[in-house]
């Protein structure tokens, strides 16, 4: 089903900050959902439905988030699809304007978490992501040793594949970590901005065998939100200056070489990326392999140094030897083909689960309207196409999950029109 043309017409962050218990889940929630409301210059009566994300909470957590804007009894889905989770609950509240069941939905994400490395809460039961990591260990036979938490392990090993295959080592995630750590400069909402260099990144306490500890995402408390909406609604009510199309969205989850297979790449989600990268590009008219050229800026999910990499040619952005040679080109930032995590990525901006893929795509959102100040990608419009370049999503969780999004600026915008930065 082609469905109906969807918009993101309003988005909101909060700061990303270390997990220490400072703010609330619906205090987040609150400061996010008014700013992506105040952005589309809606209210919350407008939003005919909601979904929103977190993994760490107890449920109907959020009804207690989004009750402080109102009790308007409109129906409110609670999600959770591990790191993907912010992303997940987009793609519902997209569908849910794409297929005709509202005119506007808000989709919320937010996480409060604890220090340290990720764990279960419910210990008296077996983890559903322990056949991953058991796959992905068994694999160190093959791979070399490895040692330390599960998910740096896990993704490490797929780098590592990466390396043995193709090329690279540990300096190539320490120029991709560097390239994060120096772009979160420019962003005020991110948990680190500390400019790390490449030497201070390898010289950094080690996790595992090549991740060292800067090249890691932070655990993070958060929250972000978008609003979305019809064409009709975009026009009704005059947001065509900064409504940014969803031209595609897929989610995909785990095929058969996750599990059977001996790739540690597919484990930690190589192979479901790839999958619903082509899709997403399928769905915006492109033909196998084609639409990367057409693409700008990216916020893709570096949970760890290592996905980046590997995340590269999943998604079409090189061939499947060159993500290192991408690297060393400086291909992923400033001045290259890409500008890959202009944010500062979840490496330094932050990671609070439920909220990270909804702050991905706020940040995208404000690229595509060219108001990303000194994050802004160049070069994004200097093309034929008065819409310019694509932006690029992805988010994914291990066990597994991934979204891909493709974002643009509509053809009805009129530079120098009205926009909401007036309000």
Known sequence: MAGRRTFIIGGGCTAFIKPRGQRTTEDMGLEAATKALLDA????????????????????????????????????????????????????????????????????GFERMKPGSLGTNFPDRPSPTALIGERSFDMEADLGENHGPGAPRMFDN????????????????????????????????????DGWSEEQILKAPKITRNLTKFMCSPTSDGAAACVV???????????????????AQALSTDGPTTFEGRSAMDVVGYAMT??????????????????????????????????????????????????????????????????????????????????????????????LRNWAGPMQAPGLFDIHDKRGKYGLVHNVGLGGAVVVSLLRRPEFYKEGGKDGRDR
């Open 274 to 367: 790839k999958e619903c990268a082509d899709q997403a590009f399928g769905d915006a008219g492109f033909a196998p392999g084609e639409g990367r050229d057409l693409v700008g800026v990216v916020e893709l999910h570096d949970c760890f140094a290592a996905n980046e990499l590997i995340t590269y040619p999943a998604l079409g952005l090189c061939k499947e030897d060159e993500a290192h040679k991408m690297v060393e080109r400086g291909d992923n930032t400033y001045g290259g083909k890409y500008v890959v995590n202009p944010s500062g990525g979840l490496e330094a901006k932050g990671h609070p689960l439920g909220a990270t893929g909804l702050g991905m795509h706020f940040y995208i959102m404000m690229q």
């Open 229 to 247: 909406a019809s064409e009709d609604f975009v026009h009704k009510h005059g947001l065509e200056n900064q409504a940014i199309e969803i031209v």
């Open 41 to 108: 210059g809606v209210t919350y009566d407008d939003v005919k439905i909601a979904y929103v994300g977190y993994c760490y909470g107890d449920s109907t957590s959020g009804q207690r988030a989004l009750y402080n804007l109102g009790l308007t009894h409109i129906p409110i889905v609670n999600v959770n699809n591990n790191c993907s989770t912010g992303s997940t609950a987009l793609y519902q509240a997209n569908n849910a304007v794409k297929y005709g069941q509202v005119e506007c939905s808000l989709a919320l």
């Open 158 to 193: 797929g780098a590592q594949e990466y390396f043995v295959k193709y090329g690279g080592d540990e300096k190539t995630l320490a120029k991709i970590a560097s390239k994060n750590h120096k772009h979160s400069l420019n962003n005020p909402y991110s948990q680190f901005r």
